[in-house]
């Protein structure tokens, strides 16, 4: 059975930081681009960052500069560091796999990210 289960999500003041993780199982974790989706109340989700299987990462521009993807394969994690957090940043954070080139994808449950003062 795959999982994917985030953690990490809360709420924060704007200018703090917050590391969502993402841990999966039931996958050749390796093998998988793992990106970071967001959705917001009223808009549509999109994505944040992505690393690929190799290591590679794009973001969307609006987080550039204030957040990280990494992963550690060893431990079938991927996680996303999140600095300079603005209102802006608020929305329900996705865990997706995608083995490229093939059918295969996933998502995690999604954990809540409210930044406010």
């Known amino acids: 059975q795959v999982q994917l289960v985030e953690s990490g999500g809360g709420l924060v003041q704007p200018g703090g930081s917050l590391r969502l993780s993402c841990a999966a199982s039931?996958?050749?974790?390796?093998?998988?681009?793992m990106t970071w989706y967001r959705q917001a109340p009223g808009k549509q989700r999109e994505l944040v960052a992505l690393?690929?299987?190799?290591?590679?990462?794009n973001y969307v521009d609006s987080v550039k500069g204030r957040f990280t993807i990494s992963r550690d394969n060893a431990k079938n994690a991927v996680y996303l560091q999140m600095n300079s957090l603005k209102p802006e940043d608020t929305a329900v954070y996705y865990c997706?796999?995608?083995?490229?080139?093939?059918?295969?994808?996933?998502w995690g449950q999604g954990t809540q990210v409210t930044v406010s003062a």
């Open positions: 690393i690929t299987y190799n290591g590679n990462t």
């Open positions: 039931g996958i050749f974790f390796s093998n998988y681009a």
């Open positions: 997706h796999a995608l083995w490229v080139g093939t059918s295969y994808e996933y």
